[in-house]
């Protein structure tokens, strides 16, 4: 059974994949934090910006089996479309419920399949575009993919951390909070002296969507 707090059609708005149309499944649940405001402050991952408690989303709930699931979320894309549905699985933490049989199952149905994920559980194989987003006090054990996009700043997770591990693209993400202006700025400045390193910002935020 999977437990999905919500389910949207929209664009990317992070990272390489940013602009494209998209298929957005968030997983309930998170290995770095309850999702409990009074337990943010000794959580593991203490800025997060999504709630991802319950099924109580846009078109929330229980699905029993990964043929359920792929059959809804394809509801979602455009019927007339010639081009393969883009699904991204997020949440919450989505390894904590993606399994080899939904990423079969959505490849099946002709599906491209990405995932956000905080790199701190096993991946199951064959997934399209792993975006990988590390946070400061939790061990990452997934070490490639295709892009890294780290929240910043992060006093203890430093992007030259990052840089020796095998991703395609590397992103810092401005941290949204009361200070994002600043956060903003300091990515800025870092791209430019470390050119290695993109900009991401939170395009959904900027344009008032989902
Ligand atoms: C809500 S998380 C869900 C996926 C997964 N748990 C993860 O952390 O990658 C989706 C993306 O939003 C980023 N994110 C979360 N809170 C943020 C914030 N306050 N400012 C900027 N990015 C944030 C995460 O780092 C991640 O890249
Ligand atoms: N438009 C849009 N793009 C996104 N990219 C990653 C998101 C996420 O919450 O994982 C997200 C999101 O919530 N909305
Ligand atoms: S790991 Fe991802 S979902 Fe979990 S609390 Fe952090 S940003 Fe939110
Ligand atoms: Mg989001």
Not at 126 to 152: F, H, M, N, Q, R
Request: with cysteine; glycine share 8%.
């Amino acid at each position: 059974m999977y437990t999905v707090k919500e389910i949207f059609y929209s664009l990317q708005g992070e990272g390489a994949q940013s602009g494209r149309a998209s298929i957005f499944c968030r997983f309930t649940g998170c290995n770095l934090w309850s999702g409990r405001e009074q337990d943010r402050a000794t959580a593991v991952c203490s800025f997060c910006d999504t709630d991802f408690i319950g099924t109580d989303g846009q078109n929330g709930g229980k699905f029993q089996t990964a043929s359920d699931l792929c059959a809804f979320l394809r509801t979602f894309w455009p019927s007339d479309s010639n081009t393969p549905p883009y699904i991204i699985f997020t949440g919450g933490e989505p390894a904590l419920q993606l399994d080899q049989h939904l990423v079969d199952e959505c490849h099946q149905h002709g599906f491209i399949v990405a995932i956000e994920t905080n790199g701190t559980k096993p991946l199951p194989t064959d997934i399209d575009w792993i975006c990988v987003s590390p946070k400061a006090d939790a061990k990452i054990i997934i070490t490639s993919g295709d892009e890294l996009k780290l929240v910043y700043p992060q006093a203890l997770a430093q992007p030259e951390q990052f840089e020796a591990m095998d991703f395609t693209e590397f992103y810092l993400q401005p941290l949204d909070s009361p200070a994002r202006p600043m956060h903003t700025k300091a990515v800025v400045d870092y791209c430019l002296q470390h050119p290695r390193w993109k900009l991401s910002l939170q395009n959904h935020k900027v344009l008032g969507i989902d």
